[in-house]
């Protein structure tokens, strides 16, 4: 029998209660490979991403990917990211949340073609959390 993932349910726990103390969710999401994300915003291959209500639209938080779309500097953009590239979710209020350790893309579920490869080189070394202000 094959183990499933705590992962997404923490996600929607922690988005959950960010969401009911009137928190904002962000979500720290390392991007490698072919991923639907705003690349001129990418840094050191990771993307913060605030993931609450008011500032997404369609939000699908399911146990492969997280989908929504959103404004980046006023053009819409459709976001899809697989749960196995979430670093962290936290509340950009407090800072509380939760780390999680780098997966990658699920090799059991297709990933849709976005277009030519585009892969950033692998960084080297430790990942590390930023709190973003």
């Not at 209660?17 to 999401?29: A, E, G, I, Q, R």
């Not at 840094?43 to 990917?65: F, P, R």
């Not at 990211?81 to 297709?110: A, D, H, K, L, Q």
Request: with cysteine; hydrophobic share 30%; glycine share 8%.
């Amino acid at each position: 029998m094959q183990t499933v993932s705590t992962k997404p349910y923490l996600i929607r726990a922690l988005h959950e209660w960010c969401s009911d103390h009137s928190y904002t969710p962000y979500l720290v999401v390392r991007v490698m490979g072919k991923m639907q994300v705003p690349m001129e915003h990418v840094k050191n291959n990771e993307i913060v991403l605030d993931i609450s209500y008011n500032a997404t639209h369609n939000l699908s938080i399911g146990n492969d990917y997280i989908s929504f779309s959103a404004r980046f500097s006023g053009v819409s953009r459709e976001i899809l990211v697989p749960i196995g590239c979430v670093v962290s979710i936290f509340s950009r209020e407090n800072g509380e949340g939760m780390g999680f350790e780098y997966e990658g893309p699920s090799e059991t579920t297709e990933t849709p073609d976005n277009g030519p490869d585009d892969t950033p080189p692998r960084p080297s070394g430790k990942p590390q959390l930023r709190i973003v202000k």
